[in-house]
Every structure is written in structure tokens, then in C-alpha cells.
């Protein structure tokens, strides 16, 4: 048993807050989870079609899915290390896929929220309005029902762990505002039937740009992609599309109507898409957190997790992207709930500092822009296994790092199939194998 149990508030039942309790729980802790939504998922809880009231901020609902969304990892690298995503009656599946829609994933979260009696550790409804330091390293919670109108009720917790993800508030390109069309982001997007015969740009090259350009040129006239990192002098119609151009970034939006892109075309459009990322947000964090966001830097946090100064009684999960997910959710919150007993023991604050300034040393002399700070492209192994030895677990299978580069490379060589044609069998066999010892 941890030589220390502790009452912890944790914010967020998404993957990330669902297996953070867990583990904490699984330490010997208490942990209260708070959830503004009615049901688990974060991300994942998907939300019907709905007129916005602001189509390029965030939506009353936190998810950000469309309804024709499938994994772009295959599901035997995205589960859990000890709960895999495969498709049995034990993890509630009705999409056998190996790139499932999202239903799917919904249902395996449920199945792992079930199997591990985490519901009953959730405040559903609930929203967290505040959050302050108290006297001998203890945190104020302010709480209140979604809905009602009062301050919210004030709880004091030994340490809380922030787990509200960062796919809800969304990142804007700079578009005049004389420009007369509609713009969204695509966190507001759900189906692509309201762009029947419309012109739309879509701005962005990631996988949320890739398949709801796609997905919007199934309806739209004609439908072009801005991406910044296309030379300038290139418009190129996508393959297999009659409809669909891929072009440089935007120069200029004009007062007509009209965008001009950087290659020197130009369109007449009636909608602008940013596909364009999302900000890391606490809104019920103060100046007392310690920690600041700037650039999409959450700063300072001793590797992505402990702010020095007040660690450990505050941390996050969850903050690092172009990774798979739920296992890093897991290995950080086993070293969360392991530093909160006194099992594992952090370094100094300056030492702490230290390792931070370092790692942005890093950073700069790879050219890296500080909004990549939280950019796990190149080490997101490296920093999966070091937490696995921080808490004396196995490393991450070979079979589940060979699977993701090898789906990175299958998704360059085939964009528009790489989720129905693959050729790592050995590596799904592999898998299964491993998978054994847990069902």
C-alpha cells in the first residue's frame, strides 16, 4: 500500500481523466472526478448537428467529431496497455474495422469505464469554475451543477489532476473581417449537407483538413485546400476528384469575396473552414497555477506534466499531441498517482527548472516554433518508455511502435485507403498474441 492517500480532484472523463482515476484509485487514493458532460467519452461523446451561436469559437458541446470520423490509427496500437481495443462483446464492439468510426471508440471507453467501476468516482453535469491554492499545498474546487446560476459549492482537495483535454477551443487563421462570406472551424463541423452546391476553402493539412475536405466535396461545387506548407507555385486537383484542388497558403481575402491563394489563383467563395488546431485552455486556473500558455506553450511543466513550483499537488495528463493517446494517458498517470504516494520522489524545483530550460534548448536548436513545444512527433516512444522505467513497467511493446510508424508510412502511400488496405498482418498477429494475457 502507498505510504500516502490522498482526496484528489480530477477534471475531465475522457480517456485521459478515466484512466487517471484509475490509477489513482489503484494507488490508494480518492479520487472525485468532474465531468460537464451527462456521460464518459471527453472527446469522443459526440454531439448531434447544431447551429452555433459562434461557428468559430467553441460550441456549447466540448467534442469536436463529424459523424463520418474513423480512428486514423488502427485500433490494436490505441487501446489501453491492459484493456486492448479489439473488437469482442468484453469491450462493447459493433465495428469490427480496424480503423473504426467513432461509435466505436465511445463504446470501448464505456466498456473500460465499466470493467474498472469508474462511474461511480464521476460527478456528471458538472462543471469546475475555480480552482486556488490553499494553505499546506491543498487546492480549493469550486464547483456547480451545469445550469444553475450560483457560485458553486467550494470543496479543498489534497492535489488536483487537470485532464480537460485540448480539443475545445479553437485556433484561428487571420481572415479580414471586410471578407463577406461564412467562416467555422471544424471543431463546429458534424455533416457536410449544409455546403450543397457551395464553394469552400478548407484551411489545414491535418487529418481533421485530409478527411473533411473529403468528406464536404461529397455535397460542395468545388472544395480547395490552403496549406501553408505547399509551394507557392502549386494548385494541383486531388486524384480522384473532380471537384477538389489543393493550393498555397491564402495571400489576401478581399471585400468581393474573393480569396487569393499565395500560388496566384484565385476563388470566389462562400466559405472559409479553419482546420487549424485547437489552444491548450484552463479557464478555471489563476495566476496561483504557476503556469502560462503562450504560443501553445503550457509553461512551465516538468516533462509535460508537473508545474515546478507547485508540483506535485497539481499536474496534467494528457497535454502532447501527434502521439497514441491512451497509452501515454496511462504511463503518465501511474507516475501521477505514484509521485502523489511517495512511491516515486521528484526532483528538486531548480532541478526541475532545469530540465525544462533544457528541453526548450532543444527545442530551438532543432528550429522547432515553441507552439510545437507539446509535439511528441519524434519522441513520443522515448518519452513513454522513461515514464514506464519512472515506474518500473514494461516498456512499450515493439509490436505497438512498429505498428504506428508503419501506419504512418502506409497513410503516406495510400491517403484515401491507408484505413481498408494495409500489409502489417504479422504485426496485427503479434498484437493479438500480446493480447491474450488480458482476455
Given at each position: 500500500m502507498p505510504s500516502v492517500s490522498l482526496r484528489l480532484a480530477v477534471i475531465g472523463a475522457g480517456a485521459a481523466g478515466l484512466v487517471a482515476a484509475r490509477e489513482l484509485r489503484r494507488e490508494g487514493h480518492a479520487p472525485v472526478v468532474f465531468e460537464r458532460a451527462a456521460a464518459v467519452g471527453g472527446t469522443w461523446l459526440y454531439a448531434p448537428p447544431a447551429a452555433p451561436s459562434?461557428?468559430?469559437?467553441?460550441?456549447?458541446?466540448?467534442?469536436?467529431?463529424?459523424?463520418?470520423?474513423?480512428?486514423?490509427?488502427?485500433?490494436?496500437?490505441?487501446?489501453?496497455?491492459?484493456?486492448?481495443?479489439?473488437?469482442?462483446?468484453?469491450?462493447?464492439?459493433?465495428?469490427?474495422?480496424?480503423?473504426?468510426?467513432?461509435?466505436?471508440?465511445?463504446?470501448?471507453?464505456?466498456?473500460?469505464?465499466?470493467?474498472?467501476?469508474?462511474?461511480?468516482?464521476?460527478?456528471?453535469?458538472?462543471?469546475?469554475?475555480?480552482?486556488?491554492?490553499?494553505?499546506?499545498?491543498?487546492?480549493?474546487?469550486?464547483?456547480?451543477?451545469?445550469?444553475?446560476?450560483?457560485?458553486?459549492?467550494?470543496?479543498?482537495?489534497?492535489?488536483?489532476?487537470?485532464?480537460?483535454?485540448?480539443?475545445?477551443?479553437?485556433?484561428?487563421?487571420?481572415?479580414?473581417?471586410?471578407?463577406?462570406?461564412?467562416?467555422?472551424?471544424?471543431?463546429?463541423?458534424?455533416?457536410?449537407?449544409?455546403?450543397?452546391?457551395?464553394?469552400?476553402?478548407?484551411?489545414?493539412?491535418?487529418?481533421?483538413?485530409?478527411?473533411?475536405?473529403?468528406?464536404?466535396?461529397?455535397?460542395?461545387?468545388?472544395?480547395?485546400?490552403?496549406?501553408?506548407?505547399?509551394?507557392?507555385?502549386r494548385c494541383v486537383k486531388q486524384p480522384g476528384y473532380n471537384n477538389l484542388w489543393l493550393h498555397s497558403m491564402i495571400d489576401r481575402?478581399?471585400?468581393?469575396?474573393?480569396?487569393?491563394?499565395?500560388?496566384?489563383?484565385?476563388?470566389?467563395?462562400?466559405?472559409?473552414?479553419?482546420?487549424?488546431?485547437?489552444?491548450?485552455?484552463?479557464?478555471f486556473l489563476g495566476d496561483d497555477s504557476t503556469i502560462t500558455v503562450d504560443d501553445n506553450r503550457v509553461d512551465p511543466l516538468y516533462k509535460h506534466v508537473f508545474p515546478p513550483e507547485v508540483a506535485p499537488q497539481l499536474s496534467f495528463i494528457g497535454l502532447p499531441w501527434k502521439v497514441i493517446p491512451f497509452p501515454l494517458f496511462e504511463l503518465q498517470s501511474k507516475w501521477v498517482a505514484k509521485v502523489l504516494s511517495g512511491r516515486i520522489v521528484l526532483p528538486s524545483k531548480e532541478e526541475m527548472m532545469e530540465d525544462v530550460k533544457a528541453f526548450y534548448s532543444k527545442l530551438e536548436a532543432r528550429g522547432w516554433p515553441k507552439r510545437y513545444t507539446h509535439n511528441f512527433s519524434n519522441c513520443q516512444f522515448e518519452y513513454d518508455d522513461w515514464l514506464a522505467a519512472q515506474c518500473g513497467y514494461p516498456t512499450i511493446e515493439e509490436w505497438r511502435k512498429q505498428m504506428y510508424f508503419f501506419n504512418g508510412y502506409n497513410k503516406a502511400a495510400r491517403p484515401e485507403s491507408y484505413r481498408d488496405k494495409w500489409d502489417d498482418d504479422d504485426l496485427v498477429e503479434d498484437a493479438n498474441e500480446d493480447f491474450k494475457k488480458y482476455l
Open positions: 459562434d461557428p468559430l469559437g467553441a460550441s456549447a458541446t466540448h467534442s469536436s467529431l463529424y459523424a463520418s470520423l474513423r480512428t486514423n490509427l488502427p485500433r490494436e496500437s490505441m487501446g489501453f496497455l491492459d484493456f486492448p481495443f479489439v473488437a469482442s462483446e468484453a469491450t462493447g464492439s459493433a465495428d469490427p474495422r480496424r480503423f473504426p468510426g467513432h461509435e466505436e471508440v465511445l463504446r470501448y471507453l464505456e466498456a473500460f469505464a465499466c470493467r474498472f467501476d469508474l462511474l461511480r468516482l464521476v460527478r456528471f453535469e458538472t462543471e469546475v469554475l475555480g480552482v486556488r491554492r490553499e494553505g499546506r499545498g491543498r487546492w480549493a474546487v469550486t464547483s456547480r451543477k451545469v445550469g444553475d446560476k450560483g457560485s458553486g459549492q467550494e470543496e479543498v482537495y489534497d492535489a488536483v489532476v487537470v485532464c480537460n483535454g485540448h480539443y475545445t477551443e479553437p485556433r484561428i487563421a487571420v481572415i479580414p473581417d471586410a471578407w463577406p462570406g461564412k467562416q467555422m472551424h471544424s471543431h463546429n463541423y458534424r455533416v457536410p449537407e449544409p455546403f450543397l452546391d457551395q464553394v469552400v476553402i478548407v484551411i489545414g493539412a491535418s487529418a481533421s483538413a485530409f478527411d473533411i475536405s473529403r468528406d464536404i466535396a461529397s455535397t460542395a461545387k468545388e472544395v480547395h485546400i490552403a496549406d501553408r506548407s505547399t509551394p507557392f507555385h481575402a478581399q471585400e468581393d469575396g474573393c480569396v487569393v491563394f499565395r500560388d496566384g489563383s484565385s476563388i470566389k467563395a462562400d466559405v472559409i473552414m479553419h482546420c487549424t488546431g485547437y489552444l491548450y485552455d484552463f479557464p
